[in-house]
C-alpha cells in the first residue's frame, strides 16, 4: 500500500473504530477477541493482541459451555480468528446471546479475500484487504481500538482463517 492509500485508510479505520468503541465507553466490559490457537493467523492475532494489553481467548474443549461462561460477562463485541466450523457453532451461541454479526471475512491461499460486510462492518473488509499479510495484527489492532500502532508483519504468505466480528444488539 502506498502512503497516500495507507493514510487514507488509517483515518477511514480511526473512524470506524472511533464508532465501534463509541459504546464500548459506557460499557463496563471489553470487547471479546477469541482465536483458533491451531491456526497460524489465530496465533499472531492473539500474539498482536497480548502487545497491545489485551488478551485473546483459546477456543477449546466443550465450545457450547466455554462461550455461555464468556458471555455471562456481556462483552461489547466479538473479535475472532477462527476456522468456519467454530465461526458456524460460536456464533450461533452468541446470536442466541443477543449478538449480531456486522463482518464475516475469509482469509484464503494466495491472498484471497471473500468479504460479507453489514454497512457498520465494511471498513472490517477494507482493513482485511489493505492490510494483506498483515491481517491478523490489523484486526487485533482494531479489536482493541489501537489502530495505527503500525506491527511489522513477518513476512509470510497469506494465511488462511476467517475473521469475523458481532456486535451486542
Known amino acids: 500500500m ?10 477511514s479505520a ?3 473504530s472511533a ?32 502487545l497491545l494489553g489485551g488478551k485473546a481467548v483459546a477456543l477449546e474443549g ?7 461462561d464468556l458471555l455471562a460477562a456481556a462483552p461489547t463485541a ?15 451461541i452468541a446470536a442466541e446471546a443477543g449478538y449480531l454479526r456486522v463482518a464475516l471475512v475469509r482469509h484464503g491461499r494466495g491472498g484471497l479475500i471473500t468479504a460479507n460486510c453489514a454497512p457498520d462492518g ?17 484486526f ?9 500502532q503500525c506491527a511489522v508483519a513477518p513476512a509470510s504468505p497469506a494465511l488462511p482463517a476467517l475473521s469475523w466480528m458481532m456486535t451486542r444488539r
Do not use: C, Y
Open 14 to 16: 480511526a473512524v470506524a
Open 78 to 92: 466479538i473479535f475472532a480468528v477462527t476456522r468456519r466450523s467454530d465461526e458456524l457453532l460460536v456464533g450461533e
Open 140 to 148: 487485533a489492532e482494531l479489536a482493541l481500538d489501537k489502530i495505527g
Open 2 to 11: 502506498n502512503g497516500v492509500s495507507r493514510r487514507v485508510f488509517l483515518a
Open 62 to 68: 466443550d465450545r457450547v459451555r466455554q462461550m455461555r
Open 19 to 50: 464508532a465501534l468503541a463509541g459504546g464500548r465507553a459506557e460499557a463496563a466490559t471489553l470487547p471479546l477477541l477469541l482465536h483458533d490457537a491451531q491456526l497460524a493467523a489465530g496465533r499472531r492475532f492473539a500474539a498482536r493482541a497480548q
Open 122 to 138: 465494511v471498513t472490517i473488509g477494507a482493513l482485511a484487504q489493505f492490510s494483506d499479510a498483515a491481517w491478523p495484527e490489523a
